[in-house]
């Protein structure tokens, strides 16, 4: 079997993408989970499909490198817009039907993708072994914890304590701690649920600390955030509307002939 596959990145965040909009593709996790294992496949945060849809002009299907499916996914969504524009309809301003809603994108100048961002759960606040969390659901569940000295942090470790402690089961939780900075940008980094590591971004996640910063500690919008590899991205929030600004980046076409029954 052939086929075409597209690697991105949204702020360091990567992806498989390809067009299955015939169906062609295997969507079973035991092939999801190869195809982004970084050594015995292409390697990626998570695979993303682009579907038909009678709602929007195209339909984005995600999952996470472990096999799961996950309702959306901003990084993602940026990158599957970009790659829509690039491939498949002459227009800047495209809409997506997820399993977190209808959300529109709009392609910007140079690399820059804008995105709508669903509020699904409000973020509320509450305390887990003597730290405050906060966590709602932004299209994915998400907590937030503020720290110092983020560069020291061991993410991996604290975050998979806090994904799976018992306040936020069955489902668990993607965590995000962020930092304040001098200059009123904030520091964030992230552990995701279904990579079960640190993550370069995650774009709800990032929405998510917005959110919690315009609730909680009076920012004012546009909020500014700064991920682990140095990538800006933009949180613009009014009223209940939620736009998520950062890169979406193309790093090549790949053309896979499965050789194993492994996949």
Sequence with gaps: MKLLFSKMHGAGNSFVIANNINSNYPCDENFIKNICHPHRGIGGDGLIYILKSKKADFKMNFYNCDGSKADMCGNGLRCIAKYARNYLID??????????GILNTEIMDGNSVKIDIPILKEIEKTKINDTDIYYGNTGVPHAIVIKENLEKLNVKKIGCEIRNDNFFSPEGINVNFIQFCDDGKVKIRTYERGVEDETLACGTGITACGLTLYKYYNFSSPITFITKDQDVL???IEDNKVCLTGEAIEIGEINFRLLTSDF
């Design 91 to 100: 227009q800047d301003n495209i809409s997506f039907e997820t399993d977190a």
């Design 234 to 236: 933009t949180v613009d």
